[in-house]
Nanobody, 128 residues
Framework: QVQLVESGGGLAQAGGSLRLSCAAS????????MGWFRQAPGKEREFVAA????????YYADSVKGRFTISRDNTKNTVWLQMNSLKPEDTAVYYC?????????????????????WGQGTQVTVSS
C-alpha cells in the first residue's frame, strides 16, 4: 500500500505557473504508474496526465498538452506536475493517484477506476 500527499496548490493568475508535488510513502513507488487528475465544482473527476513507472512514457489530456509536464524521481518517491500558461478553466482540486499494476501492463491508463491509491487533493485556483 502507498500513501500520497499532494502540495503546491494555490492561487495563480491566468498565464502564470504552479508546480504540484506528490510525495509517496512505501517501497513500491518505483513500480507504480502515477497519474494526476482534477475535479472542478459540479464536474466529474477527469484525467490530466500520467507517467509510466520507469518515467519512459508520459500521457496527457488534450486540454493540458503543451502546457503541463509530468515528471517523477523514484529515488525521492515523488511525482510532479508543472503547470504553465494556466487558464481559469484549470481551476480545480488536483489529485495524485497510483496505479499499482504499472510494471505488468504495457500502457498508461487514464480512467479513475484504474488507480487504487489517491491523495487528499490540493486546490488550484486560476484568476482571469
Amino acid at each position: 500500500q502507498v500513501q500520497l500527499v499532494e502540495s503546491g496548490g494555490g492561487l495563480a493568475q491566468a498565464g502564470g505557473s504552479l508546480r504540484l508535488s506528490c510525495a509517496a510513502s512505501g517501497r513500491t513507488f518505483s513500480s507504480y504508474n502515477m497519474g494526476w487528475f482534477r475535479q472542478a465544482p459540479g464536474k466529474e473527476r477527469e484525467f490530466v496526465a500520467a507517467i509510466r513507472w520507469s518515467g519512459s512514457t508520459k500521457y496527457y489530456a488534450d486540454s493540458v498538452k503543451g502546457r503541463f509536464t509530468i515528471s517523477r524521481d523514484n529515488t525521492k518517491n515523488t511525482v510532479w506536475l508543472q503547470m504553465n500558461s494556466l487558464k481559469p478553466e484549470d481551476t480545480a482540486v488536483y489529485y495524485c493517484a497510483a496505479d499499482p499494476r504499472g510494471r505488468f501492463i504495457a500502457t498508461i491508463r487514464s480512467r479513475t477506476d484504474d488507480y487504487d491509491y489517491w491523495g487528499q487533493g490540493t486546490q488550484v485556483t486560476v484568476s482571469s
